[in-house]
């Protein structure tokens, strides 16, 4: 299954991240495991996505439990189950 989400410029990516795969799976973002700072560092991930890259189409991709996470810096998270139809 694909979740598609809108992300505000103001949101921390970490925290949205977290929520998104949380909704994905339907169970709370705080029993999430693994946690998203064994996949992938938050701080290289804001820094990927911050406004200096602006000119720069962005796109990071990374395997986060049974699903696959894409963040772009255009505000668009995507969140695809790596278990194809199970999900």
Request: hydrophobic share 45%; charged share 20%; net charge negative.
């Amino acid at each position: 299954m694909l979740y598609t989400f809108g992300i505000m410029k103001d949101d921390v990516p970490p925290d949205t991240i977290e929520q998104a795969v949380a909704t994905a799976l339907s169970v709370d973002a705080v029993s999430l495991q693994p946690r998203l700072y064994d996949v992938i560092d938050p701080n290289v991930l804001v820094r990927l996505l911050s406004d200096r890259y602006v000119d720069i189409p962005v796109q990071v991709s990374f395997e986060f439990g049974s699903h696959l996470v894409t963040v772009t810096n255009e505000y668009e998270l995507i969140v695809q189950s790596l278990r194809g139809a199970e999900q």
